[in-house]
């Protein structure tokens, strides 16, 4: 039977790993590739690395570290951030990554999403999403969060998944940072509305909080960050947890 | 030991060349015909479009090549499609190692996602490339098209229906799973085929 996935999200700016609450206020949490290691060894299922750097420079640093990561890992990862067109994708895939992430990118020019998947096959295109509850319903941000598209969530999703797009990673940011448990409600009706995987991400705090990702909120995979940086949950008790609660997981 | 992994149109190659010099091995890509002939082991791995494929191995004569290899030879994800007899992925004749039909995964209800992402676990494991397996060890696939069960499956696993994960006959292996991303339980795998 197919496991549920726990998947570390690293952060990664000018080579180094940082976690934001809801998108401000970073903190330092290591080297991104010792890190990487000690999460597969830990029983991690997968690791995304994100590039929050907007610089040139950082974009070079940032590939030459996917390269060293994929020397160095046995597991799959994704990487994520600065991909705003096809060359992107090309240069961070020849680097060695699995899968790619975009997000503004997709919203911007959702032919993105059709491109990757003709040029290298959906399995690598990850859309990432970032959406909070408002007056409107669920509604897709831009940049990190900053700018509102007025897209609905499920509809942009849908639309995501027609295209190509080979996995839906969605954040919600009402619950990102604040460790009160994922947006089970929300992610349910997205694993409805798609025929790939989603990834649960924003709001672990606890370890009830990523068996109800996969069980109120059935998710393929759940993402968290700080929880796992800062040593607040160990990947392998979580994962002993989780079978423990009968979520079929890879131990 | 000389090992050669197949050099093509397919994505995701250099993955296992980075599994491969993990375990010592410096592997060369080639689809140089006399280079994967006089190789130990031969891999012919990637990810990627079945008809696409077949069309670059016919046009650089690959596909007579990889038919008659006498040496171990390994297959990965695409590289096990493209040994099997006809792929429903763009309706392109492959290579016929494995005289099987390459079917794509209906889904019964929304909750089958296409495509199978992600670790799932090995039934059944027999032979030579799974020594020292038991049943229910987890390996990582990434695929919307499977080999159904059939008299080469070495070892099955269970998503929508109970599929083939490996296959064997004579010299050619095949995964459809990537042992390359697999984690340890990947590296046995591949350590199995080397020391065969």
Redesign the interface.
Known sequence: ???K?IIPCLDIKDGQTVKGTNFVNLRQAGDPVALGRAY?EQGA?ELVFLDITASHEGRKTFTHMVSKV???L???FTVGGGIHELADVERL??A?A?KISINSAALRHPSLIDEIASH?????CVVAIDARLDAAGWTCYLNGGRISTGKNLFDWAREAYERGA??ILFTSMDHDGVKNGFACEALARL??SV???VIASGGAGSMEHFRDAFTFG?A??ALAASVFHFGEIGIGALKQYLQNENINV?L | MKVAVVKYNA??I??VI??L??MGVEPVLTDDADVLRHADRVIFPG???ASNAMCYLREHGLDQVIRSLTQPVLGICIGQQLMCRHSAEGNVDCLGIFDEEVVRFV?RT??D?????????LQQPSGPLFKGFKDGE?V?F???FYVPRCQWTIAAT??ILPFSAALHRDNFYATQF?P?????V??RILHNFLTL
Do not use: C, T
């Open positions: 039977m197919l496991a996935r597969s299922d994929a020397a160095q046995s597991i799959p895939l020849s060695g699995d290298f096959g959906s399995q690598v080979g996995e694993s409805e025929g790939i995987p059935h393929d995979a890879r | 994505g995701n250099y993955s980075h599994a010099q993990r990810q990627g479009e889904p929304h909750a996602k296409v495509p199978h992402m992600g670790w799932n676990d987890f990582y990434v695929h919307s269970d998503y990537h390359e991303k697999s984690g340890p990947g590296a």
